[in-house]
């Protein structure tokens, strides 16, 4: 039973443009919302995170937005970067014990 | 600072053999995870620790089996693997409300 849920395994992008990521979930216990993100042959790496208290949080070129009501969340990445070429995993946990439930992820490829 | 680290780094294993998968953190954090992930799916948790000598299954615990007997170490032990065992094994410590992952293993069983 997959509880969080990416339907974009992939997304093209032109360098300097915006990437718009998105992940739904089904748990409405869930409170606390995670994006990783992972180059090949190496492990997830942490990149934002959200709590359900707030529906914005922005570190430098990346946002996540969440819409509890929607059970959606969204990552923007802007603006887009080589560097930025990887696979995104967006996961959700409650926030008393932190297993993560990860979603399938979304590769990104950043055109020059 | 290693971080968290595992080895080996790729593995081939015969149905029916066991082999255990080690991952040592220099990070001093209590809690530490086991995750697998086959291709096109996610992360799955397959044994998590709050700390020396506590573990607790995870979503697909089955074929596996864990031991704490130190913060560092939390190895994953494979008994009997199966074909429905070749993934990529992930290890991760926390801090807060961030996981630290290594590099993983790559297990192919034949």
């Known amino acids: 039973d997959q509880q969080v849920k990416q339907n974009s395994p992939s997304l093209s992008v032109q360098e300097g443009r915006i990437s718009i990521l998105n992940c739904d979930y089904t748990?409405?216990?869930?409170?606390?919302f995670l994006w990783y993100k992972k180059y090949p042959a190496e492990g997830p790496t942490f990149l934002i995170s959200?709590?359900?208290?707030?529906d914005k949080n922005e570190d430098g070129r990346f946002t996540v937005f969440l819409n509890k009501s929607a059970k959606h969340l969204s990552l923007h990445i802007v603006p887009s970067q080589p560097g930025d070429s990887a696979v995104y995993f967006c996961?959700?946990?409650?926030?008393?014990?932190?297993?993560?439930?990860f979603g399938a992820g979304t590769t990104v490829t950043v055109r020059a | 600072n290693a971080g968290v680290t595992q080895t080996p780094k790729f593995r081939i294993l015969k149905i029916g053999q066991s082999m255990t998968l080690q991952c040592t953190q220099d990070?001093?954090?209590?809690?530490m995870y086991w995750y697998r992930q086959d291709p096109g799916m996610g992360l799955k948790l397959i044994y998590y620790?709050?700390?020396?000598?506590?573990?607790d299954k995870g979503e697909v615990p089955n074929g596996y089996n864990v031991s704490r007997s130190t913060t560092e170490d939390f190895p994953l032990r494979l008994e009997l693997a199966a074909p429905s065992q070749t993934s990529v094994y992930f290890c991760?410590?926390?801090?807060?409300?961030?996981?630290?992952f290594g590099p993983g293993t790559r297990l192919t069983v034949l």
């Open positions: 991760a410590s926390r801090r807060l409300d961030e996981q630290f």
């Open positions: 996961a959700a946990t409650l926030s008393n014990d932190y297993k993560l439930s």
């Open positions: 620790s709050v700390g020396a000598g506590i573990t």
């Open positions: 990070m001093n954090h209590n809690y």
């Open positions: 959200i709590s359900s208290i707030k």
């Open positions: 748990n409405s216990m869930f409170d606390y």
